[in-house]
Nanobody, 127 residues
Framework: QVQLVESGGGLVQAGGSLRLSCAAS????????MGWFRQAPGKEREFVAG????????YYADSVRGRFTISRDNAKKILYLEMNSLKPEDTAVYYC????????????????????WGQGTQVTVSS
């Protein structure tokens, strides 16, 4: 098991920026695919962004591509999500997730492909 702790959420005006962080405790963090998901009220959890173990393979949902950037610092065991040009429709609880793959390069965009989750951090974008 791995403990994932998100931080950095908050209230921001439309057009603003936030950076989310996710600190991981797993020893194998540097070899696992990591991802960000979000869940808005009354909606299902949806994929936002994913990154492979090295950081060389990053992929995004169409709704955030060009505005959000996922990155990782394996030495510090931290996952990041830089969010720019935020829109009211980005309002949701954001979760980081860890897969149990080892040095994989497959795009993992389904929540069931991840086996560890953080508690979530609220992002609210006002219009």
């Amino acid at each position: 098991q791995v403990q994932l702790v998100e931080s950095g959420g908050g209230l921001v005006q439309a057009g603003g920026s936030l950076r989310l962080s996710c600190a991981a405790s797993r020893r194998t963090f540097s070899s696992n695919t990591m991802g960000w998901f979000r869940q808005a009220p009354g909606k299902e959890r949806e994929f936002v962004a994913g990154i492979n173990w090295s950081g060389g393979n990053r992929y995004y949902a169409d709704s955030v591509r060009g505005r959000f950037t996922i990155s990782r610092d394996n030495a510090k065991k931290i996952l990041y999500l830089e969010m720019n040009s935020l829109k009211p429709e980005d309002t949701a609880v954001y979760y980081c997730a860890a897969a149990s793959d080892t040095y994989g390069n497959t795009w993992l965009q389904i929540s069931s492909e991840y086996d560890n989750w953080g508690q979530g951090t609220q992002v609210t974008v006002s219009s």
